[in-house]
Nanobody, 115 residues
Framework: QVQLVESGGGLVQPGGSLRLSCEAS????????MGWYRQAPGAQRELVAS???????NYADSVKGRFTISRDNAKQTMYLQMNSLKPEDTAVYYC?????????WGQGTQVTVSS
């Protein structure tokens, strides 16, 4: 099993920015389409952005134009640059491969957007 560690969350005011990181424990990370997911209180986990092994990107409509996903396969790390943050972006953010058979979920990183 690949271990995933998310970091970079925090408290930010509306309109602010954060950069999340996801570090994988194995270089098989580079073989898979990876995604950033988020789960707000009382809501289901949702996929907000994904990136293929070759760098193709997709975004949920709610974050399109504000979030940018990227990856560095050599570092076994994926990133999520979040700009123009809104209160509705508040959630715990997780990373995982985009697959029916996900790896074990990490602890996630809390993002809170509030004034």
């Amino acid at each position: 099993q690949v271990q995933l560690v998310e970091s970079g969350g925090g408290l930010v005011q509306p309109g602010g920015s954060l950069r999340l990181s996801c570090e994988a424990s194995s270089n098989i990370f580079s073989m898979y389409t990876m995604g950033w997911y988020r789960q707000a209180p009382g809501a289901q986990r949702e996929l907000v952005a994904s990136i293929t092994s070759g760098g193709g990107r997709n975004y949920a409509d709610s974050v399109k134009g504000r979030f940018t996903i990227s990856r560095d396969n050599a570092k076994q790390t994926m990133y999520l640059q979040m700009n123009s943050l809104k209160p509705e972006d508040t959630a715990v953010y997780y990373c995982n491969k985009v697959s029916r058979n996900s790896w074990n979920w990490g602890q996630g990183t809390q993002v809170t957007v509030s004034s």
